[in-house]
């Protein structure tokens, strides 16, 4: 069956120029707004259109995007229906998703990590001082312009409010929602996860990033599954032969993936903040507080 292409036509004043990518449930065009400039514009897919829980997600990932305001964050101008429509707004970042740079790369320096690192977790942190839990972080859902050094987090496609009422849950008691390669241990079981949920999703992150490896294999999503239940990570020291970090660095990644949330560091500004000076000593580069941690600090918040 063709897929729709809604090029050309105009949804509550953002001109849809052209269809640049497309997933399970939902199109994505490049569009022209006349106050937002450039911008990108998600529709749901047609067949989902007379789909209760579709579009009950989909408006609830447009509203919890709403809800979120940080500079990493990728920024949400509008959503809604119109002519039996459903779309979300957003602004348009430059750069690529992160899992492309990473596949060209292969793995990034520890600087560039930590960076990068810094930014999603003043992005993430945002999003937990309003009450909401990422709980699919993943590189296919970051922007990362190596340009500029900006990464942006985006899609709170399977986002949950932490106040939110057991009864409006859109999943499942027993089926974990996520990414199995970066999805917290926690999770699996598919009942409701905190902020460490989304600390051990960064570690993971950050652990692939720097080795182009996860901490965990398997040859089946089955054998992958036990071992995040059963077996601790690999070390980072021993991810790559060839590779060897600081140990603080290691120590710092390897808290973040602690199998015991309580045992991760206690929010994701901690978690950056450990990286940061785990990839100082790393490079000998100088120690200076990172912006959002200092923020954190500021702001009351654990760092």
């Given at each position: 069956?063709?897929?729709?292409?809604?090029?050309?036509?105009?949804?509550?004043?953002?001109?849809?120029?052209?269809?640049?990518?497309?997933?399970?449930?939902?199109?994505?065009?490049?569009?022209?707004?006349?106050?937002?400039?450039?911008?990108?514009?998600?529709?749901?897919?047609?067949?989902?259109?007379?789909?209760?829980?579709?579009?009950?997600?989909?408006?609830?990932?447009?509203?919890?995007?709403?809800?979120?305001?940080?500079?990493?964050?990728?920024?949400?101008?509008?959503?809604?229906?119109?002519?039996?429509?459903?779309?979300?707004?957003?602004?348009?970042?430059?750069?690529?998703?992160?899992?492309?740079?990473?596949?060209?790369?292969?793995?990034?320096?520890?600087?560039?990590?930590?960076?990068?690192?810094?930014?999603?977790?003043?992005?993430?942190?945002?999003?937990?001082?309003?009450?909401?839990?990422?709980?699919?972080?993943?590189?296919?859902?970051?922007?990362?312009?190596?340009?500029?050094?900006?990464?942006?987090?985006?899609?709170?496609?399977?986002?949950?409010?932490?106040?939110?009422?057991?009864?409006?849950?859109?999943?499942?008691?027993?089926?974990?929602?996520?990414?199995?390669?970066?999805?917290?241990?926690?999770?699996?079981?598919?009942?409701?996860?905190?902020?460490?949920?989304?600390?051990?999703?960064?570690?993971?992150?950050?652990?692939?990033?720097?080795?182009?490896?996860?901490?965990y294999t398997g040859r089946s999503p089955r054998e992958l599954f036990q071992k995040l239940l059963t077996e601790p990570p690999t070390p980072l020291n021993e991810a790559v032969k060839e590779l060897q970090f600081?140990?603080?660095?290691?120590?710092?990644?390897?808290?973040?993936?602690?199998?015991?949330?309580?045992?991760?560091?206690?929010?994701?500004?901690?978690?950056?903040?450990?990286?940061?000076?785990?990839?100082?000593?790393?490079?000998?580069?100088?120690?200076?507080?990172?912006?959002?941690?200092?923020?954190?600090?500021?702001?009351?918040?654990?760092?």
């Amino acid at each position: 069956m063709a897929q729709e292409n809604l090029a050309g036509r105009s949804i509550a004043g953002y001109r849809l120029l052209e269809r640049v990518g497309e997933g399970g449930t939902a199109t994505v065009y490049r569009a022209e707004h006349d106050v937002h400039g450039r911008c990108a514009v998600k529709t749901l897919r047609e067949r989902l259109r007379d789909d209760p829980t579709a579009v009950k997600r989909f408006l609830r990932e447009a509203g919890y995007g709403s809800r979120v305001r940080h500079p990493n964050v990728v920024r949400t101008y509008d959503y809604g229906d119109t002519e039996g429509l459903y779309y979300l707004a957003l602004e348009w970042a430059d750069g690529e998703p992160l899992a492309e740079a990473l596949a060209r790369h292969r793995r990034l320096p520890a600087p560039e990590v930590a960076h990068i690192v810094e930014q999603l977790a003043g992005a993430l942190d945002a999003a937990h001082a309003v009450g909401i839990i990422h709980r699919d972080l993943k590189p296919e859902n970051i922007v990362y312009d190596a340009s500029s050094g900006t990464a942006k987090l985006l899609d709170f496609g399977i986002a949950r409010d932490a106040e939110e009422d057991p009864a409006e849950r859109l999943t499942r008691t027993g089926f974990f929602v996520g990414t199995l390669q970066y999805v917290a241990p926690e999770a699996l079981s598919g009942e409701l996860v905190g902020e460490a949920a989304d600390i051990y999703s960064l570690a993971t992150i950050t652990y692939h990033l720097l080795t182009g490896v996860h901490p965990y294999t398997g040859r089946s999503p089955r054998e992958l599954f036990q071992k995040l239940l059963t077996e601790p990570p690999t070390p980072l020291n021993e991810a790559v032969k060839e590779l060897q970090f600081a140990r603080e660095l290691e120590n710092a990644v390897m808290k973040g993936l602690a199998r015991d949330a309580a045992d991760r560091q206690a929010s994701v500004l901690a978690f950056a903040d450990d990286v940061r000076r785990g990839a100082a000593s790393e490079s000998g580069a100088p120690l200076k507080r990172g912006i959002f941690s200092l923020l954190g600090s500021l702001m009351g918040r654990k760092s």
